[in-house]
């Protein structure tokens, strides 16, 4: 860290900061363009720990386990589509890795399943004509109704 040896004060007094406030933002400047990278794997190990209780060496070994691969659609994970980190809102248990795609569907269904079988359903159906969709329930020819 920056430290002023003519007046041997520490940069983390608030003095020296008052006194020397645009030399010290333009240090921190410089050496948050130089350790980017290094700023931002520790950003990265802070959040997993807090969000998740995950170590950086837990999460890889959990992809690793996965061999790579989205937990539900089996996709490889690219800059598109990271790797995210699947966990129980009511719980804070972690399921698993995910792609970013299929874990924003179980966040737009709220972790449902009802409403991913619906899904399931519909799209099984969707492309035939033996149902219609009549107050919010798929409504079949011969089998009957499903909300």
């Not at 008052?18 to 010290?24: A, F, I, L, M, R």
């Amino acid at each position: 860290m920056f430290y002023d040896r003519s007046t041997r004060e520490s940069p983390m007094t608030k003095s020296y900061y008052q006194q020397n406030k645009e030399h010290v933002k333009e240090y921190m400047r410089q050496y948050h363009a130089r350790n980017r990278a290094k700023r931002n794997l520790r950003m990265r190990e802070v959040m997993l720990k807090r969000r998740y209780n995950l170590t950086q060496n837990d999460y890889l070994n959990l992809i690793k386990n996965q061999m790579g691969r989205c937990a539900i659609c089996s996709g490889v994970f690219s800059n598109k589509n990271r790797p995210e980190v699947d966990h129980c809102h009511l719980t804070g248990k972690v399921r698993g890795i995910l792609c970013t795609f299929c874990n924003s569907m179980l966040g737009y269904a709220k972790d449902r399943i009802d409403v991913l079988q619906k899904a399931t359903v519909y799209l099984n159906y969707s492309n035939s004509d033996i149902f219609t969709v009549v107050d919010g329930c798929l409504k079949f020819r011969q089998e009957g109704t499903v909300c």
